[in-house]
Each structure stands twice: as C-alpha cells, then as structure tokens.
C-alpha cells in the first residue's frame, strides 16, 4: 500500500501562487507515475497534471499550461504542484494521486493510491 499526504493549500488572491506537496510512504515512490487532480465544487474530478517516474516526462491539462509546474524529489518521496498567477476558476479541492506503473495517464480510474485532499480557494 502506499499513503499520500497533501498540504500547502489555502485561501489566495487572484495572481497569487501557491506550492502543494504530497508525501508518499510505503512502497517505491519512485517508481510510480504521480499525478495531480481537483474537483471544483460540484462537478467531478479532473486532471490536472502528471509526472514520469524520472521526471522528464510531464503532462498537463491545457487549462493550466504555462502556470502549473508539477516536479518530484524522489530522495524524499515527494510530488509538488507549483501554481501561479492563480485564477478563482482553479478553486478546487486538489489531490494527489499515483499510478503503480512508469507510464502516465489523465483518467481517475488510472490511478491506484489518492491522498485525501487540500484546499485551495483563490478569491477576485
């Protein structure tokens, strides 16, 4: 089994950035694909971005390109997702997820590990 842990949300103004993190434990992080979600309220999860076991391989969805940056430390278990120049529509509760095989996807059921969530609410 592998535990994620998020933290790093929280209440911003519009233009603002804000860096998430998520902490795996318990088997080989580095192995995984680790990917990134949120789910704005009332309406289902989406993807957001996603990142290859080596790092070099990096996905995003196109409403975030140019202002999200997801990168990984492996040596300390831990994804990040940079957002900038945030904007009221990125409100959402954001999760981290990972995926037991080297290659990436966008779809939720991809996925096999999800941490429990952090909140982010950027305000005009």
């Known amino acids: 089994q592998v535990q994620l842990v998020e933290s790093g949300g929280g209440s911003v103004q519009a233009g603002s950035s804000l860096r998430l993190s998520c902490v795996a434990s318990g088997r080989t992080f580095s192995s995984y694909c680790m990917g990134w979600f949120r789910q704005p309220p009332g309406t289902e999860r989406e993807f957001v971005a996603a990142n290859s076991w080596s790092g070099r391989s990096t996905y995003y969805a196109d409403s975030v390109k140019g202002r999200f940056t997801i990168s990984r430390d492996n040596a300390k278990n831990t994804v990040y997702l940079q957002m900038n120049s945030l904007k009221p529509e990125d409100t959402a509760v954001y999760y981290c997820?990972?995926?037991?095989?080297?290659?990436?996807?966008?779809?939720?059921?991809?996925?096999?590990?999800w941490g429990q969530g952090t909140q982010v609410t950027v305000s005009s």
């Open positions: 997820a990972g995926r037991q095989t080297i290659y990436c996807g966008t779809r939720t059921d991809q996925y096999d590990y």
